[in-house]
């Protein structure tokens, strides 16, 4: 073989490298979300599946609902997966995201010690179990403006309440799992998701138990939206959009009901319309 064709065929390697690192490069999409999707595991079980269908890779950056929405509004992320139905609908209205859908939803509980020292358990209204607990014991907010957050901060409005600069309220700042973990330190009350709950109780070894659930004040809907290409030129909208659609559809939503926790309890029920 001669000096030119090793230099013809040593080009062509270099340029197919150029090119694979380019299509991976535009292939892969920021997806801000809420620490209570990363901390159950559930973008562990889905991406896989979606990656597999389209060759996109989803890179997720887990925050607050808050923070995550902040994200997208600065064109951080190409799409937004979090839980906070009035600020996603705000943020769409503004014009910031567009193609907002419902995902799933699954509910928010109340955990506190096991020994339930403000007898929280048998309380059947949400409102009620707030003030008791600003009453008699102690509460870990995650005071991050994150979507179980924004849920708090409305019971804590319906009850009459202002908890904030209360000696029995501490603000953490963390997300949900570190929230859990402190309020077991603290042997306090809180508010957290089912699902956190049930994926991170054991590994964690929490000495808490749910001590109220079931009204319909603690629904928790999950919903997805795309950046606008409007705002930011550069987000990758088709490549967003197609894992918006595959959340939605069947397939999406069937790998979302399959997930569940090493007991077999199902974390998240699918809801698209």
């Known amino acids: 073989m001669g000096r030119k064709s090793r230099l013809f065929i040593a080009l062509i390697v270099c340029v197919s490298v150029f090119v694979s690192v380019n299509a991976t490069a535009a292939t892969e999409i920021i997806c801000s979300s809420t ?37 997208g509004k600065r064109g951080d992320a190409d799409v937004a997966f979090v839980h906070a139905k009035e600020q996603e609908l705000k943020a769409v209205e503004e014009g910031f995201f567009v193609n907002r859908s419902d995902v799933m939803y699954n509910d928010f509980v109340i955990i506190g010690p096991n020994d339930d020292p403000g007898k929280i358990k048998g309380i059947k209204s949400t409102v009620d179990a707030f003030k008791k607990i600003s009453e008699v014991s102690q509460f870990v907010s995650r005071g991050d403006n994150s979507g179980t957050h924004t849920k708090e901060l409305s019971i804590w409005k319906k009850a009459g309440i202002e908890p904030k600069g209360q000696k029995w309220y501490l603000e953490v700042g963390q997300g949900m799992e570190k929230t859990q973990r402190i309020a077991n330190e603290k042997r306090a009350y809180a508010l957290t998701d089912r699902g956190t709950w049930l994926a991170t109780k054991d590994k964690d070894k929490l000495d808490m138990l749910i001590v109220h659930e079931g009204d319909t004040t603690l629904f928790n809907q999950y919903g997805v939206m795309a950046v606008n290409p409007e705002k930011h030129k550069h987000v990758k909208y088709k490549e967003a959009m197609e894992f918006v659609n595959w959340l939605i559809s069947k397939e999406g939503q069937q790998a979302i009901a399959a997930f569940k926790d090493s007991l077999g309890n199902q974390l998240f029920y699918p809801n698209a319309k």
């Open 35 to 71: 620490t209570s999707t990363e901390n159950s595991g559930l973008f562990t079980h889905i991406l896989p599946l979606f990656e597999k269908k389209t060759g996109i890779k989803v890179k997720v950056v887990a925050r607050g609902t808050g923070a995550a929405i902040e994200m």
